[in-house]
């Protein structure tokens, strides 16, 4: 039977710990590589999510939508008497003059959850038009408080005012 010299166990204890030494370099190393392409991953699914919340801004429902708020505001109409009046009678209409605030519900929810962010990239892009638009739905959200209507829009109008 092969037997190890006494001289030598050092030796083996010397190499078994440099292995242990390597292999927790390469470990760490591992880490910060991975940490790294988790947040390059984060923001490239962030900036997805503002490329298509920016083309669904532009898309051909949402622009009619916000014509249809314009209309009303240089009629000098109430935006939530409109809502609720179209609400039952003309459910195209209701549609279209709350697609602008569902827009801004989803971007809140996203943005409150942090699915969506910085909110100083999102208030770069939409900041101006959040804080319109909130002006014009505030009387409708507070009328509708308590069925919590757009609480998601209002959390993220009021946090884009926060950073202004």
Known sequence: ??????????????????????????????????????????????????????ERWESLWLRQGREAIWKLVQAKQNLSEAIDTYENTNVREMLKLTSVGDFFEDMGFLAKNEYLKPLSVIEALFGPSIEKYYQLYAPYIKKHKAERVYDQFEWLANNIKKKS
């Open 1 to 54: 039977m092969w037997t190890i010299p006494v001289s030598l166990i050092p030796w083996f204890s010397c190499i078994g710990t440099a292995i242990i030494a390597i292999g927790t370099v390469v470990i760490a190393a591992s880490i910060v590589f991975l940490r790294g392409q988790l947040k390059s991953a984060e923001k490239d699914r962030h900036s997805d999510l503002l490329m298509r919340f920016s």
